[in-house]
């Protein structure tokens, strides 16, 4: 028996007409399924805990974006249950990097296949000390103001109404930019610390993009078993901007105003706390502690993915 867990408000409304495609699918083929609606990642957990107790899941299917999938991933790594995605978000980064088109005729495909493969999972600390598990990434200062406008904002349902999902973060970034303030920021990764002043962010990645496609953190992958980090500093907002463009590609590497960092264990410390992200979704502030979970969570993905 496969659950999906179906965030119909993903997307602009795309999630609940990919699911009436799903379904169409699912019942043309026999296949028999469980299909619960949720509002917040928060709902999705609590209604699928409670159907796991009185069914058997064989599988978790996400139908929605990014947020979707970050609500079930602590249940996924509690249950052992493999997890799939059927994407229909404005950012859609975690299919990207586990090869999950946008078609949801081969996502399904893809799902009721049952390959899995094992991915790594960043876990991190909430505010009062209880785990907090993502795949994408977590992003603070600069970012983590951008993804808070973002969220609560009227443009990014435009945006994922004419498919472009990454122009909402371009949008946010453009707003933000004129008030936010950089800071000096501690980065200690595997016991070894670095200091920054004047920096604008730091993006600690399990995968390589975040954002709709922008390569933050261009060589993470989901099973290397390492952190990704990625420290913008040391520019004014006009040379900040001028560095933005290269995100696209991952050539922001090579600026002089850019840091990446690796390892197993990530730390960010701010005199003044600053928001975090993780995979979109609020995540508290620094300090953040972050920690990689080798291997630990099973994607329902294609065989040929990396």
């Given amino acids: 028996m ?29 296949t028999p399924y469980a299909k619960i609606s949720a509002a917040s990642a928060d709902d999705a957990v609590r209604r699928a805990e409670a159907f796991m107790a009185q069914t058997k899941v064989d599988a978790l299917a996400a139908v929605g974006g990014d947020g979707t999938v970050h609500g079930l991933v602590s249940l996924a ?10 994407p229909c978000g404005s950012g859609n980064d975690t299919a990207l990097a586990f090869g999950v088109p946008n078609d949801p005729a081969i996502a399904l495909d893809i799902v009721l296949a049952g390959v899995t493969r094992p991915s790594d999972v960043l876990m991190s600390d909430k505010a ?34 004419i498919g472009l999902g990454r122009l909402a973060y371009i949008i946010g970034l453009l707003r933000k930019l ?3 303030r950089p800071q000096k920021v501690r980065v200690t990764v595997d016991g070894a610390t670095r200091e920054f002043a004047d920096c604008w962010l730091a993006a600690v990645a399990n995968l390589a993009t975040y954002g709709g496609g922008l390569r933050i953190c261009p060589d993470a992958r989901p099973d290397d078993g ?22 696209l590609t991952g050539r922001h ?28 979704e609020p995540s508290g502030r620094t ?4 920690s990689v979970l080798p291997g630990q969570l099973l994607i329902l993905t294609s065989s040929g993915w990396g």
């Fill in 2 to 30: 496969i659950l999906f867990v179906v965030n119909e408000a993903s997307g602009n409304g795309r999630g609940g007409k990919t699911w009436g495609k799903v379904e169409r699918m699912l019942t043309a083929r026999g």
């Fill in 77 to 86: 790594l509690r249950t052992r249950t493999p997890l799939g995605l059927i």
């Fill in 128 to 161: 009062d000390g209880s785990p907090e598990y993502s795949l994408i990434s977590i992003a603070t200062g600069l970012d983590g103001a951008v993804a808070e406008d973002v969220n609560g904002s009227r443009y990014k349902r435009w945006c994922n109404r």
């Fill in 178 to 180: 004129a008030t936010y």
């Fill in 226 to 247: 390492r952190l990704h980090a990625c420290v913008v500093h040391g520019c004014n907002a006009l040379q900040l901007l001028s560095v933005f463009p290269t995100v």
């Fill in 253 to 280: 590497v090579r600026s002089r105003f850019v840091t990446m960092l690796q390892g197993s264990q990530i730390a960010v410390e701010s005199p003044i706390p600053m928001l975090a992200y993780g995979d979109g």
């Fill in 287 to 290: 300090p953040l502690r972050a």
